[in-house]
């Protein structure tokens, strides 16, 4: 089962967000929080695999603390407010659902996060995934050989080794959703790169070894950060 937390001091809405998620057998609740101090404190002693929070609480903007939390969960933002949906996403969370909730937008969201979460657990047996191509048409698409994939209005190249293409119609979020977190990055609203396969990177682009050059977009600036303090060495 994946467990989870809640952030969310509005009583009524902490009592409707648990009523729908009782529902679903495949997750279990740890604690829930009004505040984010309260959840830092947890979050440093418990293992957790999914938060569900407000953006706005009573000690402050989620966000913000958000991008400096090490180790984190995987996140389900619930707001009123639907402007903090952009910086949401570039905090890698995995859905946004404005307030009231919907049972169905919410129903997607926890499929989202249990594709991703056994994904995740289970990423070290898994060595490649199928896209579709064609009508009835897949293609077996090894990680280790998936270089970039790059968003073209509704549809995705992904660059492969060998100077090999694919084009899928498949959107850039939900594909991300589908790979090892630990070696694909978005550095670009239109733009994911495998770290194994980088040249040379800085705050501004990430050249790879196919001598693709991709700019990194300005929201996507602690994602470099991350890869850095993830790889560099201090020797």
């Known amino acids: ?22 529902s679903d057998s495949r997750f279990f609740e ?11 404190a947890f979050h440093k002693q418990h293992r957790v695999d999914l938060v569900f929070a407000d ?11 958000w991008a400096k939390l090490h180790n984190r969960p995987e996140l389900i933002l619930i707001s009123s407010f639907p402007q903090y949906a952009l910086p949401a ?5 995995l859905h946004f659902i404005t307030k009231p909730i919907k049972p169905e937008i919410l129903y997607t969201a926890l499929e989202r996060a249990h594709r991703k979460i056994h ?11 199928f896209v579709q191509s064609g009508k009835n048409k897949y293609n077996r698409v090894a990680f280790d050989e998936l270089i970039s994939i790059a968003a073209e209005g509704e549809y995705l190249r992904l660059h492969l080794t060998e100077d090999r293409e694919i084009l899928v119609f ?18 670009h609203r239109s733009y994911i790169i495998n770290i194994n396969h980088i040249d040379s ?35």
């Open 201 to 235: 990177i800085d705050f501004h682009e990430v050249e790879m070894r196919n001598k693709q050059i991709f700019a990194v977009g300005k929201t996507y600036k602690s994602v470099i950060q991350d890869i850095l303090q993830g790889n560099t060495t201090t020797l």
């Open 55 to 65: 953006v706005k609480l009573s000690d402050g903007n989620l966000l913000t603390h």
């Open 1 to 22: 089962m994946i467990s989870y937390v809640i952030l969310e001091d509005e009583v009524s809405d902490l009592k409707t967000l648990r009523s729908y998620l009782k």
């Open 170 to 187: 498949k959107r850039l979020k939900s594909l991300l959703s589908e790979l090892p977190i630990s070696e694909f990055k978005q550095i």
């Open 89 to 93: 996403f570039a905090n890698e969370a």
């Open 119 to 129: 994904l995740k657990i289970n990423q070290k047996e898994l060595t490649f995934f």
């Open 30 to 40: 740890k604690d829930s929080f009004c505040r984010i101090d309260q959840f830092d």
